[in-house]
């Protein structure tokens, strides 16, 4: 499986200007995330803000995993949805042979209203 940062960078700032969404946070396991300082540091590369996890397998097949907070006055099936459909538009534009990526968008986080 291949890993692509760049078009990771920009599915976050996609998914950011979703409306309800609150924040994006890194959706690799734990393992991946050792694995990744690791080579981060013997390279000197960083995955940085790339925090929507944009794969292919080995088959070929391109998706999207992301996880992300909402703000709890819009209605979180909504705002997944809209979320979804934003990814799956970008990566049909950015890769225009791709007839029917693979997106996973997962709500880790609901920003409610702090209570005066």
């Known amino acids: 499986m291949s890993e692509d940062f760049t078009v990771s960078r920009e599915m976050t700032r996609v998914i950011c200007a979703v409306?309800?969404?609150v924040?994006?946070?890194?959706s690799r396991s734990l393992v991946?995330?050792?694995?990744?300082?690791?080579?981060?540091?013997?390279?000197g590369t960083a995955a940085g803000d790339a925090k929507v996890v944009v794969s292919r397998d080995d088959a070929g097949v391109?998706?999207?995993?992301?996880t992300i907070g909402v703000d709890a006055g819009f209605p979180t099936p909504d705002t997944l949805r809209a979320v979804?459909?934003?990814?799956?538009?970008?990566?049909?534009?950015a890769f225009p042979?791709?007839?029917d990526p693979?997106?996973?968008v997962c709500v880790s986080h609901i920003a409610t209203a702090a209570v005066p």
Do not use: W
Not at 23 to 26: A, Q, T, Y
Not at 62 to 66: I, K, P
Not at 84 to 93: I, K, N, P, S, Y
């Open 62 to 66: 391109l998706t999207a995993t992301a």
């Open 32 to 43: 991946q995330s050792i694995a990744d300082s690791l080579v981060e540091s013997a390279t």
């Open 23 to 26: 924040d994006v946070f890194p």
């Open 84 to 93: 979804g459909d934003e990814v799956r538009r970008h990566l049909v534009a």
């Open 97 to 99: 042979r791709e007839a």
């Open 19 to 21: 409306p309800g969404v």
């Open 102 to 104: 693979i997106v996973n």
